[in-house]
C-alpha cells in the first residue's frame, strides 16, 4: 500500500506534521513594539524539524505597527481590557480577542507556542495594571487566553517552557496524547 501522501487542493504534496503557530518574533520577525525579535532557535530550528510552524503576531493583525506604543494589559471595572500606554482610552482587547477567534479557525493547528509576558500572547506570566497604572497581578494575554478558553484541546505552551531538546520532545508527546 505504500506511504501515505497528503495533498493539498492543487495536488501538491503535504506533510503530515503537526501545525504550530508561533508567536512570530520568536522565529526572528522583527514585530515586537520596539521593532525588534525575541528570536527562539530551539524553537525556529529544532521544533521545525517535527512541525510546519506558522508565524503570528496578533498585534501586528490587528493593525498596530512596528514599532508602536505598548499596550498593558489593565483591569478596569472586574473586566481585562488590553489599552495602549500612550492612551488609556484605545482598548484593542476585543479585536485580539476576534483575531485569535478567526485565526484558530483558519487553520488546522494542532497548537501554539507563544511569547511570555505579552498583552496578548502571554500565559499566566503578563503583568496586570490598574487603572491607574500599578502593577496588581499576573495575568494572560487576552489572544492566548481567548484560545486556551474558547479552544482547550489546543496544546499552547509559553515559550520559556521550550529550552531544550527535552522539552521539544514533551511538547511533542503532548501533541500526539492530548489531554
Known sequence: MGNL???DGNGCK???????????CLLGQSVRYDGKDKYSAVIAETLNEYCRLIPVCPEVEIG???PREKIQLTQVDGHIKVLKTDNLKIDVAQPLADFAVNFVKEHALSGLVL???SPSCGIENTVLFSLSGEQIGLGSGIFASTIMELFPRLVVVRASQLQNQKDIDSFINRLHHPR
Not at 506533510?15 to 512570530?24: F, Y
Open 5 to 7: 501522501e497528503v495533498t
Open 14 to 24: 503535504t506533510s503530515n506534521k503537526p501545525l504550530i503557530a508561533v508567536s512570530a
Open 64 to 66: 498596530l505597527g512596528v
Open 115 to 117: 511569547q511570555d509576558k
